[in-house]
């Protein structure tokens, strides 16, 4: 932008006068870089809840519960109100997270034994995967090397 002229757009190829070249004396992030740190910031720290879709192939599905006898009738509950229920443990455990490690009254080695059992719990979870839209949003327990 400029002051006199508003917006102007300027051609990729047009000629520019290099006035003073500064070398990048430092390492420099890209805007998408910040961007998605900024993201998982927020995603980590804020209280709201962000929406989180089902993958398609789900959409509409139900969750059919059969028991062996076959004298017991079975349930059913539609698969978006599961998938719900599942998102929902997954936001609780962030928030549990979020306040073992901020909490003054458990020290270090607390903090990492809870931990610890936290991504054991997520990787108990990990089976849900299936029913995410995005990668992003699947559960990980610890990795295996």
Known sequence: TFQENGLETINIDDEFEVIE??????DTVSFYEIESTLRKMLKKWSDVSEVVPIADKWK???LILEP???NLSSKEIPIET?????VMVRDRIR????KINASKQLDDQDKIDLQQYITRIYGSLTTFNVLFKLKDNHFKGASSK
């Open 21 to 26: 070249c500064v070398e990048n004396e430092v």
């Open 82 to 86: 599961f998938f719900h229920k599942i």
């Open 68 to 70: 062996a006898d076959t």
């Open 60 to 62: 509409g599905g139900k």
């Open 95 to 98: 928030v549990m997270e979020q």
